[in-house]
């Protein structure tokens, strides 16, 4: 038996145990949801890292003026 059958139970019959598998079921579905979004997400920004240029050398420093004696 799926979630659809506990709406119906809930909404059509006042099934309050439905109601509680329901609500179980939604929770489970929202963790589910944040965790593929994540997944998306850090694809996502793994492969524009991976498009970035790589990073320039820093330029060279000029040398050092020494101290006057």
Do not use: C
């Not at 997944?39 to 330029?59: G, M």
Request: charged share 40%.
């Amino acid at each position: 038996m799926g979630l659809e059958a506990d709406f119906e139970k809930f909404y059509e019959k006042n099934n309050q145990a439905a109601g509680t598998r329901v609500r179980k079921g939604m929770q489970e579905l929202k963790v589910l949801a944040q965790d593929i979004r994540k997944e998306v997400q850090d694809i996502k920004n793994k492969a524009a890292a991976s498009k970035k240029a790589p990073a320039k050398k820093p330029a060279a420093k000029a040398p050092a003026k020494g101290k006057k004696k």
